[in-house]
Nanobody, 123 residues
Framework: QVQLVESGGGLVQAGGSLRLSCVAS????????MGWYRQAPGKQREFVAS???????IHAESVKGRFTISRDNAWHTVYLQMNGLKPEDTAVYYC?????????????????WGQGTQVTVTS
């Protein structure tokens, strides 16, 4: 059974920073891409950032220049450094893992989801 466990969410003022972590564990996982999605109340889940095993990164336009995705060398942990947070970044952030995908991921290609971690940004 594969598990993705997120941590690092919390409450922060606008302009502040948070660092999310996602640890992958279990047997049989062979992700080629890992990433982050978020879902605000009443909205659809949206892509935030992804990174491939080879280190190719994609960031959504809404977070480009403020958020940075990275990974550890063992490919067990993925991070999302979030700087310059805005109230509109408030959402539940989900870690995602996909077996297929050369450069990125879509909701349809995600094989595993984490349970989510709440990020709340106050103005």
């Amino acid at each position: 059974q594969v598990q993705l466990v997120e941590s690092g969410g919390g409450l922060v003022q606008a302009g502040g920073s948070l660092r999310l972590s996602c640890v992958a564990s279990g047997t049989g996982f062979d992700f080629n891409v890992m990433g982050w999605y978020r879902q605000a109340p009443g909205k659809q889940r949206e892509f935030v950032a992804s990174i491939t095993r080879g280190g190719y990164r994609i960031h959504a336009e809404s977070v480009k220049g403020r958020f940075t995705i990275s990974r550890d060398n063992a490919w067990h942990t993925v991070y999302l450094q979030m700087n310059g947070l805005k109230p509109e970044d408030t959402a539940v952030y989900y870690c995602a893992g996909a077996t297929y995908g050369r450069t990125g991921m879509t909701i349809e290609t995600v094989d595993y989801w984490g349970q989510g971690t709440q990020v709340t940004v106050t103005s």
